[in-house]
């Protein structure tokens, strides 16, 4: 009898041991998705700095050539006014295109960040539940052992 309840209390510490190490693992896992996730939206962001600083750049340069453009425009004759005139039409264009992508982008970023958030909450949900369902198992296995 004294065996018995011996190797029950084993048992349980074995079993009870093993949850402890179950739930340290689910808890490294969700601080490692966690982490995962801020990385990945600083990447995200990151990438996003980036883009908008060569845009910048970009923007920056076809204003510049567009200023130069309008200087020699001036000086010479009609036929080269009205290249110019189409050059400029060309480079506002690409602005505008550039400017489009920019957004487009912007709305793909925000909506990648947005499905990480969701995702990264139903798996923190999940994990919680886990944890109650083990703690209750643990619970009644516990209040079992007592009877």
């Not at 962001?45 to 567009?66: F, G, I, P």
């Not at 912007?106 to 369902?133: F, G, M, P, V, Y």
Request: hydrophobic share 35%.
């Amino acid at each position: 009898m004294a065996d018995k309840r011996s190797t029950e209390l084993v048992n349980l510490q074995r079993e009870n041991r093993h949850l402890k190490e179950t739930i340290a693992a689910l808890r490294e896992e969700l601080e490692r998705s966690e982490i995962d996730k801020d990385s990945a939206i600083q990447r995200a962001l990151a990438e996003y700095r980036s883009e908008m600083d060569q845009v910048k750049t970009t923007v920056t340069t076809l204003r510049e050539t567009m200023e130069t453009m309008q200087f020699e425009r001036d000086r010479v004759a009609q036929e080269a006014r009205a290249d110019a005139s189409l050059e400029i039409k060309q480079l506002k264009l690409t602005i505008h295109e550039l400017r489009d992508r920019l957004d487009h982008d912007n709305i793909s970023h925000s909506e990648i960040i947005q499905e990480q958030k969701r995702a990264a909450a139903r798996d923190q949900e999940q994990l919680q539940e886990t944890i109650s369902t083990l703690r209750q198992l643990l619970e009644e296995r516990h209040a079992h052992d007592k009877e």
